[in-house]
T-cell receptor
């Protein structure tokens, strides 16, 4: 069966520090991968998605970047965090080519920037 | 914005009652999905209804879709305290990535 792992679960970082959130998927090949951010009391905002290694699409301009160094690994990064980067970050995957769009989410990473 | 909008934003009911949540969207869709999120956790897919379907059931869940009104409803029958969570609708407008647009969610509280 497929599983998705996301870490760290919680993170408290000072403004201006770097960020690295990691996500890996097991039990499937060539998935679509996604990073979402969820602000308090709001819906999910799609930040990045990837259809293959090295292929990253950005949905919104921001202080963050994403990379996909391996087929089932997706990394969210920042060189210098802002206060506004605080939030709940969710990694998700979907089946490549199945355009139903059904998503399978990780457990999330709560980032607090102080 | 193509974002779906759930209604109500918050709903509080007693165990055993039914809970109904609504979702409206703005343009044509391929399908509409409902997700559940327990506090501080990731989202879990509940049910998908395609644009050519009008009703779908899964256990205690019943989803309806009215494409003429661009709206959907999620009914949870005989609710339980364990149903307490936020529920999100997500619309799929197509495209090779099948990207979903999520609403802001309905926060459901079921009191024992």
């Amino acid at each position: 069966s497929q599983t998705i792992h996301q870490w760290p679960a919680t993170l408290v970082q000072p403004v201006g520090s770097p960020l690295s959130l990691e996500c890996t998927v097991e039990g499937t090949s060539n998935p679509n991968l996604y990073w979402y951010r969820q602000a308090a009391g709001r819906g999910l905002q799609l930040l990045f998605y990837s259809v293959g290694i090295g292929q990253i699409s950005s949905e919104v301009p921001q202080n963050l970047s994403a990379s996909r160094p391996q087929d089932r690994q997706f990394i969210l990064s920042s060189k210098k965090l802002l206060l506004s980067d605080s939030g709940f970050y969710l990694c998700a995957w979907s089946v490549q080519g199945a355009n139903t769009g059904e998503l399978f989410f990780g457990e999330g990473s709560r980032l607090t920037v102080l | 914005s193509q974002q779906g909008e759930e209604d109500p934003q918050a709903l509080s009911i007693q165990e055993g009652e039914n809970a109904t949540m609504n979702c409206s969207y703005k343009t044509s869709i391929n399908n509409l999905q409902w997700y559940r999120q327990n506090s501080g956790r990731g989202l879990v897919h509940l049910i998908l209804i395609r644009s050519n379907e009008r009703e779908k059931h899964s256990g205690r869940l019943r989803v309806t879709l009215d494409t003429s009104k661009k709206s959907s409803s999620l009914l949870i029958t005989a609710s339980r305290a364990a149903d307490t969570a936020s529920y999100f609708c997500a619309t799929n407008y197509g495209g090779s990535q099948g990207n979903l647009i999520f609403g802001k969610g309905t926060k459901l509280s079921v009191k024992p």
